[in-house]
């Protein structure tokens, strides 16, 4: 220990680092700041994790279009701790996301936008937007079948708006169609030009939290005014202030700790998530979904009308951009108690119970096939032989079951068949299933006559039996 101590005084002797960050580490802070407060310095270790575990990536990854899946699945399977890197860099970004978004949340309910801090909520609000960059450029690294298509998909959104999409889309793509300088771009967004906006804008949000302090705990009857805010709060952290060393910052450190120690857990028993095929943008039956923190926006997209979609896509982010920047601006003083504006609480809840509904729908998906689906339970078949058991059969491995379902087994994409017997003829289904229809393949190349007659006869075979209910 006494060589660790003279080695620190040397240290200390030769630098002054204790002089410079012992008084910012002991600055005052109002009384009362509780939990709520942990989820800004969660979120920047969050950050921390995914520069270091970034890095640690880099020096394996390689961001060539005919390299970057091996490497990667060499990182994950074959490279030293590669696989719980991985797993802490996927789980870092997640918890980066999601504690992000509470910390936004925290600071609109408390009110802590308004005088003299609409600097410091215009600078988390870029670092919002530049959380979501990053999210966006890591997914293509993967370098997939999965990743590009969701590329694809955001260009081809981004294409939509009016003058400049087409600009914007090959912006992302870096070109006419995805290839390896796409790859190179998000590889060169994602590992410099982005953590270096965000290390900036770290660093102004960090001076103004000094320069206007730590906002304080909002009570009711106790509004803000611009005009006497700065005495008062200087009053206030003269009075009854305590160092946020170590006064306050041990729950920042405490529930910093948990949140490394989530995180590495989650890396060790769920893992990172698995790389898949090859890219091969010539595969065009490909129903891509992304990570689940933008699952809630692929949901808005796949369930809002043809018509207005391209109005929402362009339209959607320009006016929520516009109100977070004017927030601070419009409503900077008056109350901040959450107890007096529950319009701001009502705000929040109708924003977290619209994405949670979006994002559970996005889960579930409808709208894409549903490749995990099983063969059919022999008791729903109602065969063990002959042509109904072939038909199932052929059901299941011609992929109809990934699109419709039957008493409950399959996917939601196409009409329920559980009783489409009742409803078409033979005839009707022989030419449904030959020249196919809306989102429906033909397969009249891809069955044998005998394979269509089991077919259709496993469908007639589906129909509503007694006392059995018939659902739409």
Same mark, same amino acid.
């Given at each position: 220990?006494?060589?660790?101590?003279?080695?620190?005084?040397?240290?200390?002797?030769?630098?002054?680092?204790?002089?410079?960050?012992?008084?910012?580490?002991?600055?005052?802070?109002?009384?009362?700041?509780?939990?709520?407060?942990?989820?800004?310095?969660?979120?920047?270790?969050?950050?921390?994790?995914?520069?270091?575990?970034?890095?640690?990536?880099?020096?394996?990854?390689?961001?060539?279009?005919?390299?970057? /899946?091996?490497?990667?699945?060499?990182?994950?399977?074959?490279?030293?701790?590669?696989?719980?890197?991985?797993?802490?860099?996927?789980?870092?970004?997640? =918890?980066?996301?999601?504690?992000?978004?509470?910390?936004?949340?925290?600071?609109?309910?408390?009110?802590?936008?308004?005088?003299?801090? #609409?600097?410091?909520?215009?600078?988390?609000?870029?670092?919002?937007?530049?959380?979501?960059?990053? =999210?966006?450029?890591?997914?293509?690294?993967?370098?997939?079948?999965?990743?590009?298509?969701?590329?694809?998909?955001?260009?081809?959104?981004?294409?939509?708006?009016?003058?400049?999409? #087409?600009?914007?889309?090959?912006?992302?793509?870096?070109?006419?169609?995805?290839?390896?300088?796409?790859?190179?771009?998000?590889?060169?967004? /994602?590992?410099?030009?982005?953590?270096?906006?965000?290390?900036?804008?770290?660093?102004? /949000?960090?001076?103004?939290?000094?320069?206007?302090?730590?906002?304080?705990?909002?009570?009711?009857?106790?509004?803000?005014?611009?005009?006497?805010?700065?005495?008062?709060?200087?009053?206030?952290?003269?009075?009854?202030?305590?160092?946020?060393?170590?006064?306050?910052?041990?729950?920042?450190?405490?529930?910093?700790?948990?949140?490394?120690?989530?995180?590495?857990?989650?890396?060790?028993?769920?893992?990172?998530?698995?790389?898949?095929?090859?890219?091969?943008? *010539?595969?065009?039956?490909?129903?891509?979904?992304?990570?689940?923190?933008?699952?809630?926006?692929?949901?808005?997209?796949?369930?809002?009308?043809?018509?207005?979609?391209?109005?929402?896509?362009?339209?959607?982010?320009?006016?929520?951009?516009?109100?977070?920047?004017?927030?601070?601006?419009?409503?900077?003083?008056?109350?901040?108690?959450?107890?007096?504006?529950?319009?701001?609480?009502?705000?929040?809840?109708?924003?977290?119970?619209?994405?949670?509904?979006?994002?559970?729908?996005?889960?579930?998906?409808?709208?894409?096939?549903?490749?995990?689906?099983?063969?059919?339970?022999?008791?729903?078949?109602?065969?063990?032989?002959?042509?109904?058991?072939?038909?199932?059969?052929?059901?299941? *491995?011609?992929?109809?079951?990934?699109?419709?379902?039957?008493?409950?087994?399959?996917? /939601?994409?196409?009409?329920?068949?559980?009783?489409?017997?009742?409803?078409?003829?033979?005839?009707?289904?022989?030419?449904?299933?030959?020249?196919?229809?809306?989102?429906?393949?033909?397969?009249?190349?891809?069955?044998?006559? #005998? #394979?269509?007659?089991?077919?259709? =006869?496993?469908?007639?075979?589906?129909?509503?039996?007694?006392?059995?209910?018939?659902?739409?």
């Amino acid at each position: 220990m006494r060589v660790l101590k003279n080695a620190w005084q040397w240290f200390d002797d030769r630098t002054g680092i204790s002089g410079s960050i012992g008084p910012i580490a002991r600055h005052p802070v109002p009384p009362g700041t509780g939990w709520w407060y942990v989820f800004g310095s969660a979120t920047l270790i969050a950050f921390t994790i995914q520069v270091v575990t970034g890095i640690a990536l880099s020096l394996m990854y390689v961001p060539s279009s005919s390299q970057a /899946h091996d490497s990667l699945l060499f990182i994950t399977n074959e490279a030293f701790l590669g696989r719980f890197l991985r797993g802490m860099h996927h789980f870092g970004a997640s =918890a980066m996301m999601l504690l992000v978004g509470i910390h936004m949340i925290r600071v609109f309910l408390m009110g802590a936008y308004k005088y003299p801090r #609409e600097m410091s909520w215009i600078s988390g609000v870029a670092l919002f937007a530049f959380t979501i960059i990053m =999210a966006f450029t890591g997914q293509l690294l993967r370098w997939d079948q999965n990743a590009i298509w969701s590329t694809i998909v955001a260009a081809e959104q981004a294409g939509r708006v009016p003058i400049i999409g #087409e600009w914007i889309a090959r912006f992302i793509l870096a070109g006419g169609t995805i290839g390896a300088v796409t790859l190179s771009r998000f590889f060169a967004f /994602h590992v410099f030009f982005i953590p270096a906006l965000i290390y900036a804008f770290i660093g102004l /949000h960090l001076y103004l939290v000094l320069r206007n302090g730590i906002s304080d705990p909002p009570k009711p009857g106790q509004p803000v005014e611009p005009g006497t805010y700065r005495n008062w709060y200087h009053s206030l952290i003269k009075n009854r202030g305590v160092p946020f060393w170590p006064d306050a910052a041990w729950r920042d450190v405490v529930f910093g700790v948990v949140v490394i120690a989530v995180i590495a857990l989650l890396a060790i028993f769920v893992g990172p998530p698995e790389i898949g095929k090859p890219p091969d943008p *010539s595969i065009i039956e490909a129903y891509p979904r992304p990570d689940w923190y933008f699952l809630w926006i692929f949901a808005l997209f796949a369930l809002l009308p043809a018509n207005i979609e391209s109005y929402v896509i362009f339209l959607g982010p320009l006016i929520v951009g516009l109100i977070l920047i004017l927030l601070p601006f419009i409503w900077n003083k008056g109350e901040r108690s959450p107890r007096r504006r529950p319009w701001a609480v009502g705000i929040v809840l109708v924003i977290v119970i619209m994405v949670g509904t979006l994002w559970i729908e996005g889960i579930r998906a409808p709208w894409s096939p549903d490749f995990s689906a099983q063969p059919l339970p022999v008791e729903v078949v109602g065969a063990t032989s002959g042509p109904v058991h072939e038909g199932a059969e052929l059901f299941y *491995s011609k992929g109809c079951e990934f699109c419709h379902a039957i008493s409950g087994h399959g996917g /939601h994409r196409g009409p329920d068949l559980t009783y489409i017997g009742d409803s078409l003829s033979p005839d009707e289904m022989t030419w449904r299933i030959l020249n196919g229809g809306l989102n429906m393949p033909a397969f009249g190349g891809n069955l044998t006559p #005998e #394979e269509l007659d089991s077919l259709v =006869a496993f469908l007639q075979s589906r129909r509503v039996r007694t006392g059995a209910k018939v659902v739409d």
